[in-house]
């Protein structure tokens, strides 16, 4: 199929054939030629950010909301660069995203002409892989070929970055029958001697453990983890970036390990003998001290990336491909094992476990000044909010409480910044989330911190007509630095406290005041900071359907997450409350 237009009506004609509904972004001069046959397409929304960091952010809410890559587009220079901490963001959590920039044209490229900036240089190491297009004729094959390998094997984002002066010149457009990749297989069906090993250590276990990272959740492999947990009795733990891939609520979900993970979670891993790692990555935060995490165990790792198979720790069974095929076959492994006899008991062990968890529950301390408890508000917003809706959380000590305090019910059902941590995430997420699913309620989960760093976006969804929910926690402070030197730096509180300027009397600093910061974007502003009015604040939000909802939740401004294992340390020395570390009920190995 070949027809005579220009690169820009390409670039848009490629989008059209790919099935992309909506990009999120900002035009400027070097991507300019791209907007004016985007003005006619009536295929593809264009929503117009406020910045391009959002532009990103969104396209990683969309992408989270639908399963397919979110794009985004900007133009040269800082345009580009401002999209650099979004593909950092989705290339830590394998989040499929398209970025198409605009270049200046290709005689000036290297001469520092005007916003340029080597943006395929710059976003190298945080792209799973990325374009230059100098020539109109290959615009198509390159959209072609960049979808693919952001959907594809482990997702990630792709740029492309496209001179203007390609965008100008005619060109034919073709596309082409399939992408041409040479180099790249992902390999998704995996090995299997690997998995029959795999069930054979399963069976011959005491103290088995599934750890279950996003890697589950991006191949939509939710239903095949329940059958194969439910039919070995195996103990589930889902890190952050896995919440809702294995119900909350299933009693054999010990819930979240790590840093501030449960304690039976943590002490689980620490005291397995097998476990069997599916899409995960034993990231720090998961293991604390590498040197010290779970010394006794034998590591099955299944993952679709062979990069992450033994980085961290080596696998005694590596396994490659993707999780949907690893478990689907591990199930007919480990049943076939048990038609012959051969078959785990785990009995003892989940006594040993059971007692960890009724002894250390998550749970919290009311504050003994009568202030709000930001662990009430996230814990009364899931349950009145329900397990349907979708929670996206910035990054901090909110998050934190999300994960924690929230049931995450459904694959999908939560939405973070995982790896990268990135500030800032929640609004714009947010708004993807809600373009990319319109029909669920989308709440937003934030701080005070992270608010302020991208809210400017509310306009966008205001303008749009992109309802949001937003449920600022507002304690004043940067509240996980704050934690950090409450307990490691004598309380030298250096620069967290986001209100310094001199208090009325009344004690109420409102800079900025967000009720009316959301009543001037549009949207409207509620305030809550007593624990009577909370259910009824919800409510009132949940009751407004056609503008987007900012909460202002004023709450204790010490507040602290816990459990907590501090960084660099063993996951033994996990603190379950201030001063309290649990007792480890230890039976004979």
């Known amino acids: 199929m070949t027809e005579q237009m220009t690169g820009a009506q390409s670039l848009i004609r490629a989008l ?58 900007a133009t040269s220079g800082p345009g580009a660069t401002n999209l650099v901490t979004p593909l950092a963001d989705a290339y830590m959590d394998s989040v499929p995203v398209v970025a198409i920039t605009g270049q200046v044209a290709s005689p000036a490229i290297g001469t520092d002409a005007f916003q340029e900036a080597d943006i395929c240089g710059i976003t190298m190491p945080i792209t799973k892989h990325n374009f230059l297009v100098r020539d109109p004729s290959k615009i198509a094959s390159t959209i072609a070929e960049a979808f693919h390998i952001a959907s594809t094997g482990r997702p990630g984002p792709v740029l492309v970055d496209i001179a203007k002066d390609a965008l100008q010149a005619q060109t034919r457009f073709e596309w082409p029958q399939r992408p041409e990749l040479p180099g790249y ?31 589950v959740f991006k191949s939509g492999a ?85 990069a992450e198979i033994s ?34 008991d785990y009995t003892a062990w989940w006594e040993q476990l059971n007692r960890m968890r009724e002894t250390y529950p998550l749970g919290y301390t009311e504050p003994e000044d009568g202030s709000l408890a930001p662990q009430y508000v996230i814990k009364r917003i899931g349950q009145i909010v ?77 303008i749009e007509g992109i309802p949001i929910k937003v449920a600022v926690i507002n304690n004043g402070n940067l509240g996980m630095v704050r934690q950090w030197q409450t307990l490691f730096y004598d309380g030298r509180y250096s620069n967290t406290n986001l209100h310094t300027a001199p208090t009325p009397e009344d004690g109420k600093v409102r800079i900025p005041d967000f009720v009316r910061l959301a009543e001037a974007y549009g949207c409207v502003g509620l305030r809550c900071d007593r624990a009577e009015d909370v259910d009824a604040t919800i409510e009132k939000a949940m009751a407004i359907n056609d503008v987007p909802v900012v909460i202002d939740f004023t709450v204790h401004h010490d507040a ?15 603190q379950y409350a201030r001063d309290m570390a649990p007792e480890w009920d230890d039976e004979e190995e």
Not at 45 to 65: D, P, T, V
Not at 186 to 212: D, S
Not at 399 to 410: C, E, N, S, T, V
């Open 311 to 344: 980085k961290n720790r080596y696998a005694d069974v590596p396994i490659v491909g993707d999780c949907r095929e690893v478990i689907a076959d591990l199930i007919v492994a480990v049943r076939a094992d048990q038609a012959a006899g051969r078959q785990g």
């Open 185 to 215: 297989r992902p390999v998704t069906k995996p090995h299997g001697k690997q998995v029959r090993e795999a069930a054979r250590l399963i069976a011959e276990a005491k103290r088995p453990v599934l750890y279950v990272g996003g890697g």
């Open 386 to 462: 329900g397990p349907d809706a979708t929670y996206v959380a910035g990054v901090g000590q909110h998050q934190m409480w999300a994960a924690q305090f929230i049931d995450h019910q459904r694959p999908g059902s939560f939405v973070n910044s995982g790896g990268a941590g990135t500030m800032g995430f929640a609004i714009p997420a947010a708004l993807g989330a809600k373009v990319g699913d319109p029909d669920r309620v989308i709440w937003a989960i934030d701080g005070d911190g992270c608010f302020q760093m991208t809210n400017q976006e509310l306009a966008t969804c205001a």
């Open 560 to 574: 602290m997450v816990w459990p907590m294992v501090p960084a660099g340390v063993s996951n033994d020395d996990i």
């Open 16 to 73: 059209e054939h790919v099935g992309v509904d909506v990009v999120f972004g900002i035009p400027g001069g070097a991507i300019l030629p791209a907007y004016d046959p985007l003005y006619d397409s009536t295929k593809v929304r264009h929503i117009l950010m406020r910045h391009e960091q959002g532009a990103g952010h969104a396209a990683e809410g969309y992408a989270y909301a639908t399963g397919r890559p979110g794009v985004c587009i």
């Open 222 to 306: 939710s239903k095949e983890l329940r059958v194969l947990a439910e039919l070995t009795g195996i103990p589930v733990v889902t890190t952050l970036m896995a919440l809702g891939t294995f119900p909350s609520s299933h009693p054999q979900n010990l819930g979240m390990p790590g840093m501030h993970g449960t304690v039976a979670a943590v002490g689980a891993l620490q005291r397995a003998d097998l476990i069997v790692a599916l899409g995960a990555r034993f990231d720090d935060r998961v293991t604390g001290k590498l040197s010290s995490f779970a010394p006794h165990a034998t590591i099955v790792h299944a993952d679709i990336d062979p």
